[in-house]
């Protein structure tokens, strides 16, 4: 709960990716297939992880966060449940 907390405590960029890309473990996959990432994208993340898995996960919600309407708030509010698309 005290990551969602950190996220939720300002605005989305590059050191906030890149602490949550440094907390998601095997649960990669399922998270970006939540986050609508296209299923080609998936297969180049699962090809860089061996190489460099905080980089390749970073560079998903890089992805994930272009993907969203310039007019989506991307500043979750506290206990927010998934982001729907």
């Not at 993340?45 to 993907?67: E, F, G, N, P």
Request: a positive charge; aromatic letters at 2%; hydrophobic letters at 45%.
């Amino acid at each position: 709960m005290a990551l969602l907390v950190s996220v939720c405590a300002g605005v989305v960029n590059g050191n906030m990716l890149l602490h949550l890309a440094k907390c998601i473990g095997v649960e990669w996959r399922d998270l970006a297939v939540t986050l609508g990432i296209p299923r080609g994208r998936i297969e180049t993340i699962r090809r860089s992880l061996s190489t460099d898995k905080v980089s390749a996960l970073t560079d998903m919600l890089t992805s994930w966060l272009k993907r969203l309407p310039r007019s989506a708030d991307k500043v979750l509010p506290p206990n927010h449940g998934p982001v729907s698309k």
